[in-house]
């Protein structure tokens, strides 16, 4: 099994810069992807960066151009580096990671959540 941790969530002035780390903890060998979410009051909880295991990276619109999404393999640790932050990206940032058989045959299908930090910007 696996166990996701994620830090870095701060409170911030509108521009500024906020780096967020996850780190998976246990069996890790199985790991694919990693990623976070983010959540707001009253919205729906939302994909803003993904990176898989060979480097391909997905960002939502609202985020391109501003996050940089990163990862250690050996560290088995991901990073979202934040930039030029707007009252809108205020949230919990959720970081989750995927098991896959692609990674190899014994491997299942699983996601792991961690249990999120908080990002505040304000104007």
């Known amino acids: 099994q696996v166990q996701v941790a994620e830090t870095g969530g701060e409170s911030v002035q509108t521009g500024d810069s906020l780096t967020l780390s996850c780190r998976a903890f246990?069996?890790?060998?199985?790991?694919?992807?990693m990623g976070w979410h983010r959540q707001a009051p009253g919205k729906e909880r939302e994909l803003v960066a993904g990176?898989?295991?060979?480097?391909?990276?997905y960002y939502a619109d609202s985020v391109e151009g501003r996050f940089t999404i990163s990862r250690d393999n050996e560290k088995m640790t991901t990073f979202l580096q934040m930039n030029d932050l707007k009252p809108e990206d205020t949230a919990v940032y959720y970081c989750?990671?995927?098991?896959?058989?692609?990674?190899?045959?014994?491997?299942?299908?699983?996601?792991?959540w961690g249990q999120g930090t908080q990002v505040t910007v304000s104007s």
């Open positions: 990176i898989l295991s060979d480097g391909t990276i």
């Open positions: 246990g069996d890790t060998k199985c790991v694919s992807s």
């Open positions: 989750n990671v995927d098991s896959h058989p692609s990674v190899q045959v014994s491997c299942i299908r699983e996601d792991y």
